[in-house]
Nanobody, 114 residues
Framework: QVQLVESGGGSVQPGGSLRLSCAVSGRTISFRNMGWYRQAPGKQRESVASITSGGNTNYADSVKGRFTISRDNAKNTVFLQMNSLKPEDTAVYYC????????WGQGTQVTVSS
């Protein structure tokens, strides 16, 4: 059974940084495009960033230049480095394939507030 476990969230002030990790078990991600998604209260889940199996990346306009997605296939893990965080980045962050087809994990909460 495939399991996605996100971690690394927390509470930070505007301008701060966080690094999220997503450990995948039960299936290799080496040949999969992977993505990070987020869902803010009262809003639909949205795509934040994606990375192809070859390492090409794509970002939502709202995070471009601030967030960096990366992957470590040997560790079956995907990362999201988030810099210059803004209050509007507050959400629960999830990882999945891109497009998503696996069962969602529990996510990790990111709160940006002064």
């Amino acid at each position: 059974q495939v399991q996605l476990v996100e971690s690394g969230g927390g509470s930070v002030q505007p301008g701060g940084s966080l690094r999220l990790s997503c450990a995948v078990s039960g299936r290799t991600i080496s040949f999969r495009n992977m993505g990070w998604y987020r869902q803010a209260p009262g809003k639909q889940r949205e795509s934040v960033a994606s990375i192809t199996s070859g390492g090409n990346t794509n970002y939502a306009d709202s995070v471009k230049g601030r967030f960096t997605i990366s992957r470590d296939n040997a560790k079956n893990t995907v990362f999201l480095q988030m810099n210059s965080l803004k209050p509007e980045d507050t959400a629960v962050y999830y990882c999945n394939t891109a497009p998503s087809f696996l069962n969602w994990g529990q996510g990790t909460q990111v709160t940006v507030s002064s």
